[in-house]
Protein backbone atom coordinates (compact mmCIF):
# COMPACT_ATOMS: atom_id res chain seq x y z
CA UNK A 1 0.00 0.00 0.00
CA UNK A 2 0.96 3.96 -0.55
CA UNK A 3 1.26 5.99 2.71
CA UNK A 4 0.01 9.73 2.29
CA UNK A 5 0.01 11.84 5.23
CA UNK A 6 -2.30 15.40 5.47
CA UNK A 7 -1.15 17.99 7.28
CA UNK A 8 -0.52 21.41 7.55
CA UNK A 9 2.09 23.22 5.82
CA UNK A 10 3.53 24.16 2.59
CA UNK A 11 5.80 24.96 0.25
CA UNK A 12 5.45 25.20 -3.89
CA UNK A 13 5.68 22.92 -6.10
CA UNK A 14 4.57 21.91 -9.70
CA UNK A 15 1.24 20.86 -9.62
CA UNK A 16 0.96 20.03 -12.84
CA UNK A 17 2.18 16.60 -12.13
CA UNK A 18 0.52 15.79 -9.54
CA UNK A 19 -3.63 15.49 -10.21
CA UNK A 20 -4.28 14.01 -5.97
CA UNK A 21 -2.39 17.69 -4.98
CA UNK A 22 -4.14 19.24 -7.75
CA UNK A 23 -7.45 18.14 -6.02
CA UNK A 24 -6.18 18.85 -2.81
CA UNK A 25 -4.66 22.33 -3.33
CA UNK A 26 -1.78 21.41 -0.88
CA UNK A 27 2.10 20.63 -1.58
CA UNK A 28 3.68 17.32 -2.15
CA UNK A 29 7.58 16.42 -1.17
CA UNK A 30 8.65 13.61 -3.38
CA UNK A 31 10.87 10.82 -1.34
CA UNK A 32 10.63 6.82 -0.08
CA UNK A 33 6.90 8.18 0.86
CA UNK A 34 4.50 10.56 -0.81
CA UNK A 35 3.47 12.95 1.28
CA UNK A 36 1.00 14.89 0.16
CA UNK A 37 -0.13 18.41 2.08
CA UNK A 38 -3.26 20.55 2.37
CA UNK A 39 -4.50 22.77 4.97
CA UNK A 40 -5.94 20.95 8.31
CA UNK A 41 -6.15 21.37 11.72
CA UNK A 42 -4.72 17.73 12.48
CA UNK A 43 -2.12 14.62 10.89
CA UNK A 44 -4.46 12.22 9.27
CA UNK A 45 -2.51 9.07 8.05
CA UNK A 46 -4.63 6.97 5.59
CA UNK A 47 -3.13 4.24 2.86
CA UNK A 48 -4.32 3.65 -1.21
CA UNK A 49 -4.86 0.20 -1.55
CA UNK A 50 -4.06 -1.91 -4.76
CA UNK A 51 -7.57 -0.88 -5.96
CA UNK A 52 -7.23 2.90 -5.39
CA UNK A 53 -9.04 2.95 -2.95
CA UNK A 54 -8.20 5.20 0.65
CA UNK A 55 -7.56 3.21 3.30
CA UNK A 56 -6.99 3.71 7.39
CA UNK A 57 -6.11 0.71 8.61
CA UNK A 58 -7.29 1.31 11.91
CA UNK A 59 -11.09 2.15 10.79
CA UNK A 60 -12.27 0.22 8.10
CA UNK A 61 -15.75 1.36 8.52
CA UNK A 62 -14.60 4.94 7.62
CA UNK A 63 -12.65 3.64 5.11
CA UNK A 64 -15.43 2.33 2.92
CA UNK A 65 -17.85 5.67 4.11
CA UNK A 66 -15.35 7.76 2.69
CA UNK A 67 -15.63 5.47 -0.74
CA UNK A 68 -18.88 6.01 -0.83
CA UNK A 69 -19.04 9.94 -0.31
CA UNK A 70 -16.56 10.40 -2.92
CA UNK A 71 -18.09 7.61 -5.57
CA UNK A 72 -21.32 10.02 -4.97
CA UNK A 73 -19.55 12.99 -6.64
CA UNK A 74 -20.74 11.55 -10.27
CA UNK A 75 -24.36 11.42 -9.38
CA UNK A 76 -23.65 15.61 -7.98
CA UNK A 77 -23.67 13.70 -4.22
CA UNK A 78 -20.70 15.21 -3.33
CA UNK A 79 -17.94 17.37 -4.60
CA UNK A 80 -14.11 15.58 -5.06
CA UNK A 81 -12.39 18.68 -3.62
CA UNK A 82 -14.66 18.78 -0.23
CA UNK A 83 -14.61 15.44 -0.06
CA UNK A 84 -10.40 15.43 0.65
CA UNK A 85 -10.54 18.87 2.51
CA UNK A 86 -12.72 17.80 5.01
CA UNK A 87 -10.61 14.13 5.24
CA UNK A 88 -7.37 16.22 5.64
CA UNK A 89 -9.17 17.99 8.62
CA UNK A 90 -9.76 14.48 10.48
CA UNK A 91 -8.13 12.91 13.56
CA UNK A 92 -8.59 9.31 13.71
CA UNK A 93 -7.16 9.32 16.55
CA UNK A 94 -10.35 12.19 17.77
CA UNK A 95 -13.29 9.81 18.64
CA UNK A 96 -15.46 13.22 17.76
CA UNK A 97 -13.54 14.47 14.93
CA UNK A 98 -15.00 12.50 11.53
CA UNK A 99 -18.36 13.88 13.07
CA UNK A 100 -17.39 17.44 13.33
CA UNK A 101 -15.75 17.84 10.35
CA UNK A 102 -18.49 15.96 7.98
CA UNK A 103 -21.01 18.11 9.81
CA UNK A 104 -18.83 21.11 9.32
CA UNK A 105 -19.08 20.64 5.31
CA UNK A 106 -22.57 19.77 5.16
CA UNK A 107 -23.46 23.23 7.72
CA UNK A 108 -21.78 24.87 4.61
CA UNK A 109 -23.57 22.99 1.73
CA UNK A 110 -26.98 23.83 3.78
CA UNK A 111 -26.48 27.23 4.33
CA UNK A 112 -25.28 27.66 0.87
CA UNK A 113 -28.34 26.12 -0.48
CA UNK A 114 -30.05 28.82 1.83
CA UNK A 115 -28.62 31.56 0.23
CA UNK A 116 -28.89 30.67 -3.48
CA UNK A 117 -32.63 30.21 -2.95
CA UNK A 118 -32.87 33.60 -1.26
CA UNK A 119 -31.50 34.69 -4.50
CA UNK A 120 -33.72 32.89 -6.88
CA UNK A 121 -31.03 30.43 -7.94
CA UNK A 122 -32.81 26.92 -7.65
CA UNK A 123 -30.80 24.55 -9.49
CA UNK A 124 -27.43 25.79 -7.14
CA UNK A 125 -29.60 25.49 -4.00
CA UNK A 126 -30.67 22.09 -5.26
CA UNK A 127 -27.21 20.91 -5.84
CA UNK A 128 -26.00 22.02 -2.37
CA UNK A 129 -28.44 20.63 -0.96
CA UNK A 130 -28.32 17.22 -2.56
CA UNK A 131 -24.15 17.58 -1.27
CA UNK A 132 -25.78 18.34 2.51
CA UNK A 133 -27.27 15.05 2.07
CA UNK A 134 -24.17 13.32 1.88
CA UNK A 135 -22.27 15.22 4.37
CA UNK A 136 -24.72 14.43 6.87
CA UNK A 137 -25.09 10.84 6.10
CA UNK A 138 -21.45 10.68 6.52
CA UNK A 139 -21.20 12.78 9.69
CA UNK A 140 -23.54 10.27 11.27
CA UNK A 141 -21.85 6.94 10.01
CA UNK A 142 -19.78 6.38 13.01
CA UNK A 143 -21.15 3.11 15.30
CA UNK A 144 -19.88 4.48 18.29
CA UNK A 145 -21.33 8.12 17.32
CA UNK A 146 -23.22 9.75 20.81
CA UNK A 147 -26.65 9.22 20.03
CA UNK A 148 -28.04 13.22 19.86
CA UNK A 149 -25.24 13.43 17.34
CA UNK A 150 -26.89 10.61 14.99
CA UNK A 151 -30.38 11.88 15.66
CA UNK A 152 -28.75 16.07 14.63
CA UNK A 153 -27.53 14.50 11.54
CA UNK A 154 -30.74 12.34 10.14
CA UNK A 155 -32.78 15.12 11.19
CA UNK A 156 -30.62 17.77 8.81
CA UNK A 157 -30.44 14.96 6.02
CA UNK A 158 -34.66 14.88 5.90
CA UNK A 159 -34.18 18.65 6.10
CA UNK A 160 -32.33 19.18 3.24
CA UNK A 161 -34.60 16.17 1.07
CA UNK A 162 -37.31 18.30 2.22
CA UNK A 163 -36.44 21.41 0.72
CA UNK A 164 -35.12 19.49 -2.35
CA UNK A 165 -38.59 17.78 -3.35
CA UNK A 166 -40.00 21.43 -2.41
CA UNK A 167 -38.48 22.98 -4.84
CA UNK A 168 -37.67 20.24 -7.08
CA UNK A 169 -39.45 20.07 -11.15
CA UNK A 170 -42.01 18.35 -10.96
CA UNK A 171 -41.74 18.58 -7.10
CA UNK A 172 -41.46 15.80 -4.90
CA UNK A 173 -43.73 14.83 -1.77
CA UNK A 174 -42.73 13.58 1.32
CA UNK A 175 -45.12 10.37 2.33
CA UNK A 176 -45.78 8.15 5.17
CA UNK A 177 -46.74 4.66 4.25
CA UNK A 178 -48.32 2.62 7.32
CA UNK A 179 -46.50 -0.59 8.07
CA UNK A 180 -47.42 -1.76 11.61
CA UNK A 181 -49.10 -0.17 14.55
CA UNK A 182 -46.40 0.97 16.07
CA UNK A 183 -44.47 2.04 13.12
CA UNK A 184 -45.31 4.28 9.85
CA UNK A 185 -42.37 4.28 7.25
CA UNK A 186 -41.75 7.54 5.16
CA UNK A 187 -40.76 7.49 1.78
CA UNK A 188 -40.03 9.74 -1.33
CA UNK A 189 -41.94 10.05 -3.93
CA UNK A 190 -40.41 11.60 -7.17
CA UNK A 191 -43.16 11.62 -10.36
CA UNK A 192 -41.63 11.43 -13.92
CA UNK A 193 -42.44 14.20 -16.41
CA UNK A 194 -46.24 14.92 -16.36
CA UNK A 195 -47.94 13.06 -19.38
CA UNK A 196 -51.92 12.14 -20.45
CA UNK A 197 -50.87 8.74 -18.75
CA UNK A 198 -49.63 7.22 -15.63
CA UNK A 199 -45.90 6.70 -15.59
CA UNK A 200 -44.07 3.27 -14.62
CA UNK A 201 -42.16 3.68 -10.96
CA UNK A 202 -39.48 1.54 -9.66
CA UNK A 203 -39.23 1.48 -5.62
CA UNK A 204 -35.64 2.06 -4.56
CA UNK A 205 -34.93 0.30 -1.00
CA UNK A 206 -31.38 -0.58 0.69
CA UNK A 207 -30.77 -2.69 3.56
CA UNK A 208 -32.32 -2.05 7.16
CA UNK A 209 -30.60 0.84 8.65
CA UNK A 210 -30.05 2.35 5.31
CA UNK A 211 -31.01 6.18 4.40
CA UNK A 212 -33.30 6.53 1.88
CA UNK A 213 -32.13 10.04 0.95
CA UNK A 214 -28.65 9.68 -0.83
CA UNK A 215 -31.30 8.18 -3.74
CA UNK A 216 -32.27 11.76 -4.09
CA UNK A 217 -29.04 11.75 -6.10
CA UNK A 218 -27.79 8.04 -6.77
CA UNK A 219 -31.13 7.07 -8.50
CA UNK A 220 -33.48 9.94 -9.51
CA UNK A 221 -31.70 10.95 -12.41
CA UNK A 222 -31.49 7.60 -13.97
CA UNK A 223 -35.25 7.11 -13.46
CA UNK A 224 -36.40 10.51 -14.37
CA UNK A 225 -34.18 10.41 -17.56
CA UNK A 226 -36.24 7.23 -18.68
CA UNK A 227 -40.00 8.55 -17.91
CA UNK A 228 -40.12 6.30 -14.38
CA UNK A 229 -41.05 7.95 -11.08
CA UNK A 230 -39.46 7.47 -8.28
CA UNK A 231 -40.05 5.84 -4.65
CA UNK A 232 -37.74 6.01 -2.62
CA UNK A 233 -38.11 4.56 0.23
CA UNK A 234 -36.34 2.86 3.77
CA UNK A 235 -36.46 0.83 7.04
CA UNK A 236 -36.18 3.76 9.69
CA UNK A 237 -39.59 5.12 10.06
CA UNK A 238 -40.95 8.42 9.68
CA UNK A 239 -38.72 9.51 12.69
CA UNK A 240 -35.52 10.40 13.54
CA UNK A 241 -35.80 9.00 16.74
CA UNK A 242 -37.04 5.77 16.20
CA UNK A 243 -35.28 2.47 17.31
CA UNK A 244 -33.71 0.17 14.93
CA UNK A 245 -34.32 -2.36 17.18
CA UNK A 246 -37.94 -1.30 17.09
CA UNK A 247 -38.24 -1.51 13.20
CA UNK A 248 -36.67 -4.83 13.35
CA UNK A 249 -38.77 -6.46 15.92
CA UNK A 250 -42.02 -5.46 14.71
CA UNK A 251 -42.76 -7.18 12.04
CA UNK A 252 -41.12 -9.29 9.34
CA UNK A 253 -39.34 -6.91 7.61
CA UNK A 254 -40.55 -8.19 3.94
CA UNK A 255 -44.15 -7.25 5.08
CA UNK A 256 -42.86 -4.01 4.03
CA UNK A 257 -42.28 -4.51 0.58
CA UNK A 258 -46.68 -4.76 -0.02
CA UNK A 259 -46.76 -1.77 2.10
CA UNK A 260 -44.89 -0.01 -1.12
CA UNK A 261 -46.16 -1.28 -3.67
CA UNK A 262 -49.93 -0.79 -1.97
CA UNK A 263 -49.20 3.09 -1.81
CA UNK A 264 -48.19 3.32 -5.46
CA UNK A 265 -50.38 1.26 -7.23
CA UNK A 266 -53.05 3.63 -5.27
CA UNK A 267 -51.91 6.52 -7.31
CA UNK A 268 -53.74 7.91 -10.04
CA UNK A 269 -50.01 9.35 -11.90
CA UNK A 270 -48.63 5.30 -11.73
CA UNK A 271 -49.46 2.71 -14.22
CA UNK A 272 -50.03 0.02 -11.28
CA UNK A 273 -48.90 -3.19 -14.09
CA UNK A 274 -45.42 -1.00 -14.25
CA UNK A 275 -44.05 -1.26 -10.85
CA UNK A 276 -40.48 -2.53 -10.43
CA UNK A 277 -38.26 -2.46 -7.31
CA UNK A 278 -34.63 -2.71 -7.33
CA UNK A 279 -32.87 -3.54 -3.54
CA UNK A 280 -29.90 -1.14 -3.32
CA UNK A 281 -26.46 -2.97 -2.18
CA UNK A 282 -27.72 -5.71 -1.65
CA UNK A 283 -26.35 -8.33 1.58
CA UNK A 284 -29.76 -10.10 2.54
CA UNK A 285 -32.54 -11.79 0.74
CA UNK A 286 -35.56 -9.72 2.68
CA UNK A 287 -36.19 -7.73 -0.46
CA UNK A 288 -36.46 -10.89 -2.47
CA UNK A 289 -38.56 -12.82 -0.11
CA UNK A 290 -41.34 -9.81 -0.17
CA UNK A 291 -41.17 -9.74 -3.72
CA UNK A 292 -41.95 -13.62 -3.98
CA UNK A 293 -44.72 -12.84 -1.70
CA UNK A 294 -46.34 -10.57 -4.04
CA UNK A 295 -47.37 -11.34 -7.73
CA UNK A 296 -47.73 -7.52 -8.57
CA UNK A 297 -44.59 -6.45 -9.52
CA UNK A 298 -43.35 -6.32 -13.13
CA UNK A 299 -39.77 -6.71 -12.99
CA UNK A 300 -37.37 -6.52 -10.11
CA UNK A 301 -33.64 -6.16 -8.98
CA UNK A 302 -32.59 -7.71 -6.00
CA UNK A 303 -30.46 -10.64 -4.81
CA UNK A 304 -33.18 -13.12 -5.90
CA UNK A 305 -32.56 -15.50 -2.60
CA UNK A 306 -28.63 -15.66 -3.07
CA UNK A 307 -28.03 -15.10 0.37
CA UNK A 308 -30.52 -17.25 1.87
CA UNK A 309 -29.38 -20.12 -0.17
CA UNK A 310 -25.81 -19.06 0.63
CA UNK A 311 -26.18 -19.06 4.74
CA UNK A 312 -28.43 -22.34 4.76
CA UNK A 313 -25.34 -24.12 2.61
CA UNK A 314 -23.02 -22.61 5.05
CA UNK A 315 -25.20 -23.91 8.27
CA UNK A 316 -25.27 -27.57 7.16
CA UNK A 317 -21.52 -27.44 6.42
CA UNK A 318 -20.44 -26.32 9.90
CA UNK A 319 -23.34 -28.71 11.07
CA UNK A 320 -21.60 -31.66 8.93
CA UNK A 321 -18.08 -30.76 10.33
CA UNK A 322 -19.17 -30.81 13.75
CA UNK A 323 -20.44 -34.60 13.02
CA UNK A 324 -24.39 -33.34 13.67
CA UNK A 325 -26.77 -34.49 11.81
CA UNK A 326 -29.54 -31.36 10.57
CA UNK A 327 -32.83 -31.85 9.78
CA UNK A 328 -32.93 -31.46 5.62
CA UNK A 329 -33.31 -27.38 5.21
CA UNK A 330 -34.10 -27.65 1.16
CA UNK A 331 -32.85 -24.75 -0.80
CA UNK A 332 -34.43 -21.56 -1.08
CA UNK A 333 -37.62 -21.18 -2.59
CA UNK A 334 -37.54 -17.69 -3.34
CA UNK A 335 -36.09 -17.07 -6.98
CA UNK A 336 -38.29 -19.67 -8.22
CA UNK A 337 -41.39 -18.06 -6.35
CA UNK A 338 -40.83 -14.82 -7.95
CA UNK A 339 -42.97 -14.73 -10.96
CA UNK A 340 -41.56 -11.47 -12.83
CA UNK A 341 -38.38 -11.05 -14.65
CA UNK A 342 -35.24 -10.93 -12.52
CA UNK A 343 -32.08 -9.08 -12.17
CA UNK A 344 -29.08 -9.87 -10.36
CA UNK A 345 -25.91 -8.09 -10.39
CA UNK A 346 -22.81 -8.03 -8.37
CA UNK A 347 -19.54 -7.13 -8.19
CA UNK A 348 -16.04 -9.42 -8.51
CA UNK A 349 -15.09 -8.02 -5.21
CA UNK A 350 -17.75 -8.22 -3.69
CA UNK A 351 -18.59 -10.23 -0.30
CA UNK A 352 -19.66 -13.52 -2.23
CA UNK A 353 -16.90 -14.63 -4.72
CA UNK A 354 -18.79 -14.23 -8.32
CA UNK A 355 -18.04 -18.16 -8.72
CA UNK A 356 -19.95 -18.64 -6.00
CA UNK A 357 -23.00 -16.41 -6.88
CA UNK A 358 -22.65 -17.72 -10.72
CA UNK A 359 -23.38 -21.37 -9.11
CA UNK A 360 -26.09 -19.60 -6.88
CA UNK A 361 -28.11 -18.47 -9.33
CA UNK A 362 -27.96 -21.77 -11.50
CA UNK A 363 -29.00 -23.59 -8.86
CA UNK A 364 -32.01 -21.87 -7.78
CA UNK A 365 -32.72 -20.54 -11.19
CA UNK A 366 -34.48 -23.62 -12.19
CA UNK A 367 -34.22 -23.23 -15.93
CA UNK A 368 -36.06 -19.51 -16.09
CA UNK A 369 -35.14 -17.69 -19.01
CA UNK A 370 -36.16 -14.34 -17.68
CA UNK A 371 -33.60 -14.33 -14.84
CA UNK A 372 -29.97 -12.25 -15.88
CA UNK A 373 -27.09 -12.38 -14.08
CA UNK A 374 -24.32 -9.28 -14.15
CA UNK A 375 -21.03 -9.53 -12.56
CA UNK A 376 -19.27 -6.10 -12.44
CA UNK A 377 -15.57 -6.79 -13.21
CA UNK A 378 -12.60 -5.06 -11.35
CA UNK A 379 -11.23 -3.67 -14.83
CA UNK A 380 -14.58 -2.26 -15.28
CA UNK A 381 -15.10 -0.70 -11.64
CA UNK A 382 -18.41 -1.15 -9.86
CA UNK A 383 -16.82 -4.31 -8.69
CA UNK A 384 -16.84 -3.75 -4.61
CA UNK A 385 -19.87 -4.87 -2.77
CA UNK A 386 -22.96 -2.82 -3.37
CA UNK A 387 -21.09 -1.40 -6.26
CA UNK A 388 -19.78 1.07 -4.11
CA UNK A 389 -16.49 2.37 -6.18
CA UNK A 390 -18.94 3.06 -8.63
CA UNK A 391 -22.26 3.30 -8.44
CA UNK A 392 -22.84 5.33 -11.33
CA UNK A 393 -22.24 2.87 -14.14
CA UNK A 394 -23.89 -0.24 -11.89
CA UNK A 395 -27.25 2.15 -11.61
CA UNK A 396 -27.06 3.02 -15.70
CA UNK A 397 -26.94 -1.10 -16.57
CA UNK A 398 -29.93 -1.60 -13.61
CA UNK A 399 -31.96 1.33 -15.12
CA UNK A 400 -31.46 0.20 -18.76
CA UNK A 401 -32.39 -3.02 -18.18
CA UNK A 402 -35.78 -1.51 -15.64
CA UNK A 403 -36.36 0.44 -18.71
CA UNK A 404 -36.92 -2.47 -21.31
CA UNK A 405 -39.02 -4.49 -19.51
CA UNK A 406 -41.29 -2.02 -18.00
CA UNK A 407 -41.82 -0.18 -21.42
Excluded at 58 to 67: N, P
Excluded at 171 to 196: D, F, K, M, N
Excluded at 230 to 246: I, K, Y
Aim: with cysteine; proline share 4%; hydrophobic share 40%.
Amino acid sequence: MRKVVLESGADSIDRSRHSLQAILDGRYRSGQDQIFRAPATSTMKFEFNREGGVHWPEREDLSLEFMRVLAAAQDGGSTVSECWLTASRIDIADDNSWYREWARTADVNHERGATALAEGNLPTARNNWLRAITYYQAAGHPFDLMEQNRQASIAAMRQCAANYLRHREPSGEIVAIPWTSEVTLQGYYLPARATTKPAPAVICIGEPGHHKEEYLFKMARHAFERGMSLLAVDMLGDRPNTSFETIIGSRKLESAIGCFMDYLSGRDDVDDRRIAIMADGWSSSFVARGVAADSRFAAAVCDGGIWESHERSFLMRRAAARGEILPCMGTSRIMRSIGCPLLITAGERGWLQPERVAELVDRLKAGREDVTLKIFESAETAATQGHADNPTLANEFIFDWLAARLG
